[in-house]
């Protein structure tokens, strides 16, 4: 039966258009789109998953708050470079404990870093910094206070926006070295040589070291992740919050809407979906090489 | 059918006599080199044309004859007739004028395969009284055959044979070239036909004839001299010249500093040149080709100028003892000169215009830079007693050419100048190191490294510690390069002036190497031997006679004598292009703008 309601002959209509058939060119039949497939791929979410996914952005986000945090008292004189340094060894030393202890027992298959790797990357890390130092000092001295500010941020806020969040443990090249360059700038705005070093050595510890523990806490330890989480925003709020403010309620705001406000919108908009997909899309090539190992 | 005949200006008024030229194969015409007199005996003249063409590898053979009948010659009217039988020929020209007129008239006498001789008149209208039946056949031949027409084209014989026609060929044919141009090949008969212009009427030969120089040989006292002097002269020059290259090719002079030096030194250059251009001109044998003799003459009046502008040069320097003046005031002025520089220095250190610069780089910088400065001034004080003397033999090379002083100034000006050069090859290389520092760790901060293999960017997934390092040296690498980029700067403009005063030196002495001096003086003073093609102008067209045209040399454009006949020297041409120049002074590569050709070693 075509559309325009005439009985059609006895020969069935063929989709194809290389034989001459007694319908015309445009002739469809009853089943007409029915290759069509609507919302093929879409996933159900549920909210308070999402919630804690999305918990690893908040956290990101206090983990920059509180860098900021650090930075301030140090400036104003209030955290003595020492103290800073000491702090940072007792929590590196206890993030490695915990590293240790929740690594997975079966092995993945790849060889484990070797403690003596590790020791090593240390003492290049700290010689080098250290060594460095008094000229990362002077470098933004002839830069104006403005400059160095705009640099900062731009620098995080691109930290922010290419980190991993899919997979931080190996850390992306263009997140981490954005890091370290802010670091670097706010870091030789600071009195002394030694400032600049704690603050670099405050720097590699929160940006690449804590993604890796964050990442192993995710991996084996998923209930605790979402407390680990909510702690380091309070920690964020908090630590901004003693010394401005605003900034403390900025970044309140700011939380709340990634890590809540946020997923409910993605819930909630799923409903409005509407794809189709049929044999008329794009075939994509689907890089399977397990075939060629059989 | 037209028929040229390309007739000397000097034959005009000849007497009676045989035409003697050559056929030119391919085109209708022939060239009519001299006219040989009665009375003659004919084996005498076949005789001679036999000679001649032996002598001067050219296809001479009789073309017809010539009459210009004075008073009491009537009669020859017959007699020319039967002078055809007497030299076979394809084609006969009978050539006449009347001494009152100015036109000539030619009849042409074709010789069909029956041997039998038919005649074609010249005329310009056909004649029409036939009319019966059994002329028709003549009737038809008449109209079959067409008519000859004669151009008479007259030519200065000593001018074209002493020009020279361009473009030169030289040596073997190409046999997939053209074959020669019609005007070409007038030329080089004209020009090869020179045996048969050696008699002139004062010998006592078998034979007269009338040519350019029947009227007595061309001769000059100057250059039948210098040419008895110049082989003997020759001869010494080879002597000294060999005693020169062995001493010069002394072993001890070959070691790696000597040769180092000496190739960067334009005044051995410039005597390598210069023994070179010795060796061509002191070969005994004569020039061979046109261009050989016009190179030898170019050299060889290039030298005697440049000779004669240095002892010029030292009249005025050692006049009024201006050379001691030069040499005392030569310490004050390094010494101006290197005060400046630490103003410069000190200036670069503070802020200059504004900028601010990195405090320590600066003074560590600065610094080094001063000390440099310091040891080349003391350097400087030491050897000023000896300058003096070093100038006052210096400037005597200038007796060797002024090319000579040339090249000694310029390279005093380098030596006097080489703490310029020592602050800019540092500072280059720092701002180079810089920047490829900067480029490639621009690459790490993003993720990113460079294919060697493929020549192109590739993502790569870095170690901690690698990146860690890198974005700390990327940071002060980036925070850095406004003072390094100041210093290069600074030091790469002086060095360009330097430069360009160097250059401004060595293109006047490659001027004067490479100009073609004698070349150019013919062009203005004797125009018609350096010859581009010719015009013609007619001469006379009366009816009833030939179309008369006289050829006149086309000289060459000073431009294309320039192109021409320039001497090739190691010449000194800027390198790079603008573009290529303007990048690698911004990639901070160590630029050398002027390069010299490399001259070949045998």
Known sequence: ?294 | MVLKIFFPQCCNRADSGLLVGRWIDGHDSAVVLAVIHYPFIPGQVKQYIQEMQAQSQVELSVLGSWSLPKEGQEGMESFLKDLSTIFPQGRWLQVSREIDKMGFICQVLHRDQNGKTVQKEVKKKKDEQRGSDDDKEEEKEEEEEEEDKVIFVHYEQRKVMLSQLHPIENGVRDPKADPPSELQQVFQTVARSDPLFSQDKYDDGPLKSTHWQSEGREGSIIVELLKQASTPLCLLVGWLLAIWTWICGIRILHLYPMRFLSSKLSTCTQLSYRTQHMTTLSSPSAAVGHTHFMRKANILVSFVVDVALGLLLISWLYRENRITLVANTLVPVADHVAKELEELLQWLMGAPAGLKMNRALDQVLGRFFLYHIHLWISYIHLMSPFIETILWYGGLSACLGLTFALSLLSDMVALLTFHIYCFYVYGARLYCLKIYGLSSLWRLFRGKKWNVLRQRVDSCSYDLDQLFIGTLLFTILLFLLPTTALYYLVFTLLRLVVVVFQGVLHLSVDFLNSFPLFAMGLRICRSYRLAEGVKFRVLCEEPGTALHLLMEINPLTCSSVVQNYRTPTYSCYPKDSWAALTKKLFIGELVYPWRHKTTKVD
């Open chain 1, 1 to 294: 039966m075509g559309p325009d309601g005439a009985p059609g002959p006895a020969v069935p209509w063929r989709k194809v258009l290389w034989e001459r058939q007694p319908f015309p060119d445009n002739y469809v039949d009853r089943r007409f789109l029915e290759e069509l497939r609507r919302n093929e791929g879409i996933r159900q979410y549920r909210y308070w998953a999402v919630v804690r996914e999305a918990g690893l952005v908040g956290q990101q986000l206090s983990c920059v708050a509180i860098f900021i945090t650090l930075w301030l008292y140090m400036e104003q004189g209030l955290l003595s470079p020492e103290s800073l340094l000491w702090t940072s060894l007792l929590c590196a030393l206890l993030g490695y404990g915990l590293f240790e202890a929740l690594r997975p027992q079966v092995d993945s298959g790849c060889e484990p870093r070797t403690r003596l790797a590790d020791l090593q990357s240390a003492a290049i890390f700290l010689s080098f910094t250290f060594g460095f130092s008094p000229v990362l000092k002077t470098l933004t001295e002839s830069v104006s206070t403005d400059t160095v500010y705009a640099m900062s941020a731009v620098m995080l806020l691109a930290h922010l926006v290419s980190f991993p969040y899919a997979q931080p443990s190996p850390p992306g090249s263009l997140s981490l070295n954005a890091a370290l360059f802010a670091s670097v700038c706010l870091g030789s705005r600071l009195p002394g040589a030694l400032h600049t070093f704690a603050m670099l050595s405050c720097a590699l510890l929160v940006f690449a070291l804590w993604p890796c523990l964050l990442h192993r806490i995710r991996e084996n330890a998923p209930g605790q992740f979402g407390g680990v989480c909510v702690g380091a925003c309070i920690g964020g709020v908090g630590g901004l919050g003693s010394q401005w403010l605003g900034g403390a309620v900025l970044l309140a705001l700011a939380l709340g809407s990634v890590t809540l406000l946020c997923p409910l919108l993605l819930v909630r908009l799923q409903r409005h979906k509407d794809n189709i997909q049929g044999p008329w899309d794009e075939a994509e090539i689907r890089e399977d090489l397990g075939h060629f190992l059989h």
